[in-house]
């Protein structure tokens, strides 16, 4: 007889494509998968998947098995989460993605402090280059900072945020600031080397009070120094080696400071905001809720807000 783990195991091997992957998902073997597998397929009498050295590919009634299976686990999730809503302490498992430097130096201190509020819910925090497949990979929400394109996920915004341009006093003092971003290919920038994002490119806003709809400025800069890992940046112009474009949450300290200076103040890169993401499902748990509450109370509170 089938049950939910075999709806379950099916899914994962359809939703990564590998017997490897669906084994990796469900922390099981690989020879447990594959056994599984084919005690499921002769039960039914049908072959659910084509195997071949590279990949595994759904049949035709493989591929119905699964639209049924989803509907199914989906529900078995949907009475658990709603049953659970009824106890007085939520409990559970949250597995959260984020960026590498937001996720470390801003998000994993309130996960911490949530994690103190709700002992009974277990936190798996992912920190990623990339924005995953968050269903596919079984992540219940991200936390990312900047605006994805699928339509299949639920985007909330937590707080505004842009990316500004910063250069220390000291490199101030030895080659000038810009004035407007055509002196950017004057200097050297600091490049950030981001997925399908070209490093040379600077795309600026202006957000002056008078500005209006202000045209999107693109500038050619160059520079020595790139590197696709932004908290590098960020200390290569603390150091003077030359002028970064930082999100202003990872900055906002150092200009505070004065150990950066905030030059062309009237433009910014808008493409930083906090996003919650999170794929759709037709309850949201209640430990799911209570994090995306604090988070949304905690970011109110963020320092460089204000």
């Known amino acids: 007889m089938i049950d939910r783990t075999d709806l379950s195991l099916v899914l994962a091997v359809r939703e990564t494509g590998s017997l490897t992957g669906a084994a ?7 020879a447990a998968v594959t056994k599984r597998l084919a005690q499921v397929e002769a039960w039914l009498s049908v072959k659910l998947f084509v195997r ?26 949907t009475l658990e989460s709603r049953l659970a809503d009824f106890t007085t302490t939520p409990v559970g498992s949250i597995k959260l993605a984020s960026n590498v430097g937001f996720g470390r130096q801003w998000l994993a201190p309130a996960i911490q402090v949530f994690s103190q509020c709700y002992p009974s819910v277990k936190i798996e925090l992912h920190l990623l280059n990339r924005l995953p497949d968050l269903q596919a990979e079984g992540f219940d929400a991200a936390i990312w900072l900047w605006q994805p394109v699928s339509p299949q996920w639920i985007v909330h915004t937590l707080a505004r945020n842009t990316r500004v341009v910063v250069a220390s006093p000291d490199y101030i003092e030895r080659f000038g600031a810009p004035l ?23 795309r600026l806003n202006r957000i ?9 400025v693109e500038i050619n800069v160059t520079g020595r120094l790139s590197s696709n890992n932004g908290e590098v940046l960020r200390d290569w112009a603390l150091s003077g080696a030359g002028i970064a474009l930082r999100p202003y949450w990872d900055v906002h300290g150092h200009i505070r400071d004065g150990s950066l200076v905030h030059v062309l103040s009237d433009y910014a890169k808008l493409d930083s905001d906090v996003q919650w993401i999170a794929p759709y499902r037709p309850h949201l748990p209640e430990r799911v809720r209570l994090l995306r509450e604090f988070l949304e109370i905690r970011v109110r509170e963020a320092a460089w807000l204000d």
């Open 24 to 30: 990796k998902r469900l922390q099981i073997t690989g």
């Open 52 to 77: 071949t050295t590279r990949s595994v590919a759904a049949t035709p009634e493989g591929e119905i098995f699964c639209e049924y299976a989803r509907h199914l686990v989906s529900g078995f999730e």
């Open 180 to 202: 407007v971003p055509e002196d950017l290919p004057r200097h050297q920038c600091l490049r950030m080397r981001e997925r399908d994002m070209p490093a040379n490119v600077w």
């Open 208 to 216: 002056a009070p008078d500005a209006g709809d202000s045209p999107l």
